[in-house]
């Protein structure tokens, strides 16, 4: 067990709907990140958000956005849903911030999202 | 872009074998690579770690090998068990000082009893 806790495990939308996942960071991990699998892919980041800011962001448009909360916890929205945004989305938390890369990540079980 | 690559996509496997699993990195200026087991239907699981300045890393029956002059990396496992079986990625940290981790597409590791 990782201590990276996801919400829901799965959920099916409609193409244009919105989507809320959610994700508990391991205790005392600071930063935690945002990726999205596709089926048969390996994990594309989508964007970090370290003490409730976001600390990068890779290459995904802007109805994907986040929070972070006071205790770590964090919140991964997806506005204006896309056939192509069906996939597994994981959490992953660290202890690190900038200038502290390597420190090990450790990932959720992630929300698997299908969009018809 | 900058990516991390697997040369194999499907490896398999007897029982008691030792496994290797290998990984091309292209971004130079990375200084942290890990690598992680993804059964099905789950998430990435940390198996080990490495740092640029290290060529060799062991763990509980798996070694990691880094090649900074060829830019490969590779991950072996001794005595492989059914068990292992699953998706196997490496991943890379640039030196930008932020934990985001560029992943390759995965090799599968497939154990025969």
């Known amino acids: ?116 | 872009g900058e990516s991390v690559g697997l040369h194999l996509p499907t490896l398999s496997v007897q029982e008691g074998d030792n496994s290797i699993i290998n990984c091309a990195y292209s971004n130079s200026a990375s200084d942290y690579f890990i690598w992680y087991k993804q059964e099905s239907g789950k998430g990435p699981q940390f198996i080990i770690d490495i740092r640029s300045n290290m060529d060799k890393r062991q763990g509980q029956r798996v070694t990691v090998l880094l090649n900074k002059t060829v830019k490969h990396l590779s991950l072996q496992i001794a005595a492989t068990q059914p068990g292992d079986s699953a998706v196997y990625f490496c991943a890379e940290i640039g030196n930008s000082g932020y934990s985001t981790l560029t992943f390759g597409k995965g090799t599968m590791l497939l154990v025969s009893p």
């Open chain 1, 1 to 116: 067990e990782t201590g990276v806790t996801q919400s829901p495990t799965h959920l099916i939308k409609t193409r244009g709907q919105q989507v809320t996942l959610r994700c508990s960071s391991q205790s005392g991990h600071n930063t935690v990140s945002w990726y999205q699998q596709a089926l048969g892919q390996g994990p594309q980041f989508i964007f970090q958000y370290y003490r409730e800011e976001e600390n990068g962001r890779g290459n995904f448009p802007p109805r994907f956005s986040g929070l972070q909360f006071p205790n770590y916890s964090s919140e991964l929205n997806v506005n204006a849903l896309e056939l192509d945004d069906s996939a597994l989305y994981l959490c992953a938390s660290s202890l690190a911030g900038r200038g502290l890369s390597g420190n090990t990540i450790y990932f959720g079980e992630g929300s698997w999202l299908t969009v018809v």
